[in-house]
């Protein structure tokens, strides 16, 4: 039935002149053109994946400029001594680009209650607020903190410049298999209501 319509006819023509030798054009440049079309195409792709993964870009929706980022501009993240700045992607994003490229189809998602204003006021972002720090905090602890390792790792902590009790905190933390998420849940972004010490009360 396809076949018969004008539209299977032009993809069955398409499919039979792409099974044939060119006799025009040499097979080296059709390579050549395929080649430079493949890193144009590679080179656009990256420079559109990485154009989303800046701070600018993350709050250029009201929803995420007016909650998390309000809050996290009040953080040590945000505002130090030493000048070191953790922004949106450093926290959310993997670094390597196997992992990278499947959070940002894990956030089409997040494109998706965009569209459905799930959280488009302040109150119903603190509505799902829970259950969106759980997601979070679940995907970090299955990657064992992966982004919070970019920059903070047992191995490297000098325990003696550090107060009694982190110290003996982090510690512990390395000899029980701990990650970063089971202990500092609420380091950059408030805790949902009724929660302390990464507990519901």
């Excluded at 400029?65 to 501009?73: I, L």
């Excluded at 390792?149 to 410049?161: G, L, Q, T, V």
Aim: aromatic share 8%; with cysteine.
């Amino acid at each position: 039935m396809l076949k018969d319509s004008k539209l299977g006819k032009l993809v069955v023509q398409l499919w039979e002149v792409s099974k044939r030798p060119s006799t025009k054009y040499s097979l080296g440049a059709l390579l050549s053109v395929g080649f430079v079309a493949g890193i144009i195409f590679w080179g656009g792709f990256n420079t559109a994946m990485e154009a989303t993964n800046t701070e600018t870009f993350c709050i250029s929706c009201h929803e995420m400029e007016e909650n998390v980022y309000r809050e996290y501009r009040g953080t040590i993240h945000y505002t130090n001594r030493t000048g070191v700045r953790a922004t949106c992607p450093d926290c959310h994003v993997p670094k390597e680009w196997t992992h990278k490229f499947l959070r940002k189809i894990q956030a089409s998602n997040e494109l998706f209650h965009k569209v459905l204003r799930s959280v488009s006021t302040p109150e119903k972002f603190e509505a799902k607020r829970l259950e969106l720090a759980q997601h979070v905090w679940a995907s970090m602890k299955k990657t064992d903190s992966r982004e919070c390792r970019n920059c903070h790792e047992f191995e490297s902590m000098d325990y003696s410049a550090q107060g009694r009790r982190a110290s003996r905190l982090h510690q512990e933390g390395l000899e029980s298999d701990k990650t970063c998420i089971d202990c500092h849940q609420g380091i950059a972004h408030s805790l949902p209501a009724g929660m302390k010490n990464g507990q519901i009360q």
